[in-house]
């Protein structure tokens, strides 16, 4: 089956040590979001790619940046991980350009931060 | 951001119908209304969405006002595994595409 699939799946990095989440689809979709959802909250949009369009939320710390190499990969990276950052972190993916189009979410990785 | 208000919680039996509200008052013309649910520790589902008309496909009915100020989504006859957060989300353009901004969504219960 065509999926979204996020690894790994649990993360544990220490305060401050860089980590690096990914995301990869079989889908063919142009667009790939990154969502952070704590605990009890709704999803939380970080940034999205349109195809090599990088599009950044305005309220999105520096702290997180992100990469998509090509079509299939996006990459989540958080440069100095704070305990704030401890959620679970969704990857979604559609295709772009128009309003009618689902979005596909991933099973998501928790990140905890010791 | 356009915004959308839901209860925060709903009780329904197993094998009755649930309906979903949801306020979207600020809507523009071009809005789509989405509907997307999450089941405990996995990643949201879409559920449904529409732009004007009602929408029926195979897990659920979505029903909108005519001044689409308000929709409901239709569950005709819910599961247990129907108990989740379901969000009813504006799709709206961000930067070069189009994207959800979920709110809190109404907790479902379904009692068996």
């Known amino acids: 089956d065509a999926m979204v699939i996020q690894n790994p799946r649990y993360q544990v990095t220490q305060f401050g040590k860089p980590v690096t989440l990914s995301c990869s689809q079989t889908?063919?979709?142009?667009?790939m979001y990154w969502y952070q959802q704590k605990s009890s909250q709704a999803p939380k949009l970080l940034f999205h790619?349109?195809?090599?369009?990088?599009?950044n939320e305005a309220d999105t710390p520096d702290n997180f940046q992100s990469r998509r190499p090509n079509t299939s990969f996006c990459f989540l990276d958080i440069r100095s991980p704070g305990l704030g950052d401890a959620a679970m972190y969704l990857c979604a993916t559609s295709e772009g350009g128009a309003q009618g189009y689902e979005q596909y979410f991933g099973p998501g990785t928790r990140l905890t931060v010791t | 951001d356009a915004k959308t208000t839901q209860p925060n919680s709903m009780e329904s039996n197993e094998e009755e119908p649930v309906h979903l509200p949801c306020n979207h008052s600020t809507i523009s013309g071009t809005d789509y209304i989405h509907w997307y649910r999450q089941l405990p520790s996995q990643g949201p589902e879409y559920v449904i969405h529409g732009l004007t008309s009602n929408v029926n496909n195979r897990m659920a009915s979505l029903a909108i006002a005519e001044d689409r100020k308000s929709s409901t989504l239709i569950l005709h006859r819910a599961t247990l595994r129907d108990a989740a957060v379901y969000y009813c989300?504006?799709?709206?353009?961000?930067?070069?595409?189009?994207?959800?901004?979920f709110g809190k969504g109404t907790l479902l219960t379904v009692n068996p």
């Open positions: 790619y349109y195809d090599k369009d990088f599009n």
């Open positions: 989300i504006l799709k709206v353009r961000g930067g070069s595409n189009y994207k959800l901004t």
């Open positions: 889908l063919n979709h142009n667009v």
